[in-house]
Structures are given as structure tokens and as C-alpha cells.
């Protein structure tokens, strides 16, 4: 048996899909199918209940699941042991951000990286949910809240501050005067039910729990279009609404939210060089923005 059926198999009871699956092992669906049934033949069993909403684990599929889990945290303690002792700088090192922190702290300063850095490959993974770096999800997490338990090595490098913003003309129109502002008089746009407890929605469900809400969408990006648009106000990182003219502060981010951002790394990669030197280029670029 193989370690690689294996993995395909985890994925699948992880996600329930051969899509998605196939999504986060980095090939087709058909090749995790073939994977499954490949395994499920040579041990002789059926692993998996193939229903319309998903793949779901039989009752053998969920003993083996067990034994598999044992031997995944096995392989890779192995490859974190392994990649945490290389002293040369180079090689591939996979970091995590939510998708607006990318844009702001490490896509402008990646050519400066390469410059200093040739042999090492950056992997950018944007997402709005957290990797798992105990499964290797990614090497290193830059994000918004601090882990509670895990091997890792934690770094608070600096702050994302939110203020909550409008458009000129929704201002005017409305006839609001920043730092004094009613929100029972505004739309508000927000996140998501997903996603409403990070990134400035608690506070809109604290001060905000009445008011009107005339979208609610899971990307920062489209939350300051529609704000721009005149459709609303919006929670928005500051680094980027302050730089744009159409947009009016109407509460500055001490009076909003300011979150802490943390470098996330395993404990076994930390040791790495490549590691290291992506570190370090990650903490710098934060930093910058203090």
C-alpha cells in the first residue's frame, strides 16, 4: 500500500467531494477517483458511500480513516523533521495570507525578495479560512487572530487596522460628518454568516444590529467596490480606503477595530533557512506599514 492512496483517501473523507479533493492534493478529480478505487479494491472493501450530496465514510472507510490519520502525522513529522534541518536557502516555502493582506504586505515587495533570495520559490495561498500546518497546508500563516494550540512558532509582526468607510456622494447625499455618525441611518455592507466573526463583523453585530443591510458578500474586494459604488458603508482596511480618493473615513480604526497580525510557523520548519529567510521578509513587510 501506498503512502500517496492514502492521502487521495484522507482528502476525500476530509472534504466529501473528489473536486475539492482534488483541489487541495493539486490534481484532476478523475485522478482521485482512480485512487480511491484502486484502494478500495486492493483492500477489498468499500471505503466510501457515493451519495448526490457527497462522499461519505462507510464504517470500515471510518476504522481505516483512524489508522490513517496515525500514519499522516507519521510521514509528516518526518518531512517537517527533514525540511527543518536544510541550512541552504532554497528550494519552494508555501505561505498562507487572507487575500487583501497579500496585496498590501507581500506582493509589493516580492521583486526585493528575489533579488536577495533567487533560489527560493514563494507559494501564495489566499484564502479566508485557516491552513493547517501540522497537515502542511502551507509553511508559514500570516493572519488576523493568534493560534491557541499547536508545535508552533508565533510572531506578532504587526497591526491591520479597519476604519469604517463611505463614498463622497453617499456622504453627501445623506449628509454624514465623520466621527458622528448614525448607523441606524446607512446600509450597511458586511460579510457573510460564514464569515461574520472576523474582520470587522463583530463590530458591526455590536453597534450595527438594527441597521439595514444591503449586502453582505465574502471578499474584501468586492465590499470596497460596492462601498466606492455609493451602495453603503463599509469596514475596510485602512492601508488600502485611505488611499483612495473617492472614499470618506467616518470612523478612524481606533474608534472601529485594529487586529494584530501574527506569523504562524510549525516549530519543526522554523529551523529551516528558506524558512527563515521567508520569515523574516514577511515580519520586514509587515513592519514597514507600522
Not at 484564502?127 to 508559514?140: C, S, T
Amino acid at each position: 500500500m501506498e503512502w500517496d492512496d492514502l492521502k487521495h483517501f484522507l482528502a476525500v473523507s476530509r472534504t466529501g467531494s473528489l473536486t475539492e479533493a482534488a483541489r487541495r492534493l493539486k490534481t484532476s478529480a478523475a485522478t482521485v477517483g482512480r485512487r480511491i478505487m484502486a484502494l478500495e479494491n486492493r483492500l477489498n472493501t468499500r471505503l466510501f458511500d457515493r451519495k448526490t450530496s457527497g462522499y461519505a465514510l462507510t464504517e470500515a472507510g471510518k476504522t481505516i480513516c483512524i489508522a490513517a490519520e496515525e500514519i499522516e502525522r507519521t510521514v509528516l513529522t518526518i518531512e517537517r523533521t527533514s525540511a527543518g534541518h536544510d541550512l541552504r536557502p532554497t528550494g519552494t516555502v508555501r505561505v498562507a495570507s487572507a487575500e487583501d493582506m497579500a496585496a498590501a504586505f507581500i506582493a509589493p515587495n516580492l521583486a526585493q525578495f528575489q533579488c536577495s533570495y533567487p533560489k527560493i520559490a514563494l507559494e501564495l495561498t489566499t484564502r479566508m479560512g485557516l491552513v493547517n500546518l501540522d497537515r502542511r497546508e502551507a509553511d508559514i500563516s500570516l493572519r488576523q487572530s493568534r493560534p491557541r494550540e499547536g508545535n508552533l512558532v508565533i510572531r506578532r509582526v504587526g497591526s491591520w487596522p479597519l476604519g469604517l468607510y463611505a463614498a463622497k456622494r453617499y456622504v453627501a447625499a445623506r449628509g454624514l460628518k465623520p466621527g458622528r455618525i448614525a448607523l441606524a441611518d446607512v446600509g450597511i455592507i458586511t460579510w457573510t454568516e460564514e464569515w461574520a466573526h472576523l474582520l470587522g463583523g463583530p463590530w458591526f453585530a455590536q453597534h450595527a444590529s438594527d441597521s439595514a443591510i444591503v449586502l453582505r458578500a465574502n471578499s474584501r474586494r468586492v465590499h470596497q467596490a460596492a462601498c466606492k459604488a455609493g451602495l453603503g458603508v463599509a469596514i475596510l482596511p485602512s492601508i488600502f480606503a485611505d488611499a483612495d480618493p473617492d472614499l470618506v473615513c467616518l470612523l478612524s480604526p481606533e474608534e472601529v477595530t485594529v487586529l494584530d497580525v501574527w506569523l504562524v510557523v510549525h516549530e519543526d520548519l522554523a529551523r529551516a533557512a528558506r524558512v527563515r529567510a521567508v520569515m523574516e521578509f514577511l515580519s520586514d513587510s509587515v513592519s514597514r506599514h507600522k
